[in-house]
């Protein structure tokens, strides 16, 4: 287990590198839960059940983050603490805004011929790096050649 600094005081956080999943403890009162790595297909069946309506359900998604992923689930009360941790632990929420998850599929899709049932399977996380480095690199900003300092009367 490789420990990494918790943005939670009281709780320590360690990822086993063999598999992937973290191990966040606490030790007031004495807690241990494991963290498993979500496939695509079930990121996106969560986001689905939270969006049901039209609209998204943020607090139907982090019970199905909490419920879906950890083992054992965390008490209801700490499942937003929870499920906070959970997608920074798996990577999102940093960078700019996901690509929509269809719109990525079509990507997938179109560049490798891989069908939904393919792409459902795979880790998230290596589908989000992957996607990463298919992105166009940003254009670079015009960087200014010179400086000119004029007096108010030159007009």
């Not at 943020?58 to 199905?64: I, N, P, S, Y």
């Not at 083992?71 to 990577?91: I, K, M, Q």
Request: aromatic share 8%; hydrophobic share 45%; net charge negative.
């Amino acid at each position: 287990m490789v420990p990494v600094p918790s943005p939670v005081a009281g709780l320590s956080i360690a990822q086993d590198a063999t598999d992937g999943s973290w191990t966040i403890s606490c030790a007031e009162p004495l807690q241990e839960h494991r963290l498993r790595p979500w496939r695509w297909g079930e990121r996106r069946r969560m986001v689905q059940a939270a969006s049901r309506d039209g609209y998204f359900d943020g607090a139907r998604f982090v019970a199905g983050v909490a419920g879906t992923l950890y083992d054992p689930p965390p008490p209801p009360e700490l499942s937003p603490l929870y499920a906070y941790l959970a997608l920074d632990l798996l990577g999102l929420g940093r960078g700019l805004a996901p690509t929509p998850l269809g719109a990525s599929e079509m990507q997938f899709t179109a560049r490798f011929g891989w069908l939904p049932t393919t792409i459902a399977e795979q880790p998230a996380a290596a589908l989000d790096a992957l996607l990463a480095s298919l992105m166009p690199a940003p254009e670079a900003q015009a960087e200014w050649s010179s400086i000119k300092i004029v007096d108010p009367d030159d007009g």
